[in-house]
Antibody, heavy 119, light 108 residues
């Protein structure tokens, strides 16, 4: 079955960077996109960006002001999300999710990765 | 960006009752690209409805979506114990994709 498995929880200091991985299985990785969405405590879900796993095209939320980068390794069926210049407000659960194309809903979702930013 | 406003924030109902959740967009959602997700504590969101009214695979027919343009509704015809959760709408018609703030359906 289609499954997305994310890397484990991270604790980072302000100003540092974090990289979260998302390993896909059960489908042809390069035929879909991978979205990244985060959920801060008490906040709504926030879309961060996506990558076309086939050609590597990306699109990011302008709200993250160039701090986010999404890449993929097709040989490993894995997508990566890197967030730099971390602040306490970046403390959140980060999810990857599969999409059928740029304008697509998210299904299924990974299990989530908790990133805690604290001095 | 398109802002989605969900109402009510909390819905207190009993099992067997009907739940009606609203999602209003600040501007037209292109192609009615509106999805609904269910999230239970400690879990990832799960897709219920896409394209405003199409049920995802395996979703019971007590869940239905309707609406177009800027006004959308998720209806749960008869609440089952497992339906008490938080529900989010999402528009994927134009970037940035955005989500509503959620409606919590709790047991009365």
């Amino acid at each position: 079955q289609v499954q997305l498995v994310q890397s484990g929880a991270e604790v980072k200091k302000p100003g540092a960077s974090v990289r979260v991985s998302c390993k896909a299985s059960g489908y042809i990785f390069s035929h879909y996109v991978i979205h990244w969405v985060r959920q801060a405590p008490g906040q709504r879900l926030e879309w961060m960006g996506w990558i076309n796993a086939g050609d590597g095209t990306t699109l990011y939320s302008q709200n993250l002001q160039g701090r986010v980068s999404v890449t993929r390794d097709t040989s490993a069926n894995t997508a990566y999300m890197e967030l730099s210049s971390l602040r306490s407000e970046d403390t959140a659960i980060y999810y990857c999710a599969r999409g059928y194309g740029p304008g697509s809903y998210c299904f299924p979702w990974g299990q989530g990765t908790l990133v805690t930013v604290s001095s | 960006e398109i802002v989605l406003t969900q109402s009510p924030a909390t819905l207190s109902l009993s099992p067997g009752e009907r739940a009606t959740l609203s999602c209003r967009a600040s501007q037209n959602v292109g192609n009615n690209y509106l999805a609904w997700y269910q999230q239970k504590p400690g879990q990832s969101p799960g897709l219920l409805i896409y394209g405003a009214s199409s049920r995802a695979t395996g979703i019971p027919d007590r869940f239905s979506g309707s609406g177009s343009g800027t006004d959308f509704t998720l209806t749960i015809s008869r609440l089952e114990p497992e339906d008490f959760a938080v529900y989010y709408c999402q528009q994927y018609g134009e970037p940035p994709w955005t989500f509503g703030q959620g409606t919590k359906v709790e047991i009365k």
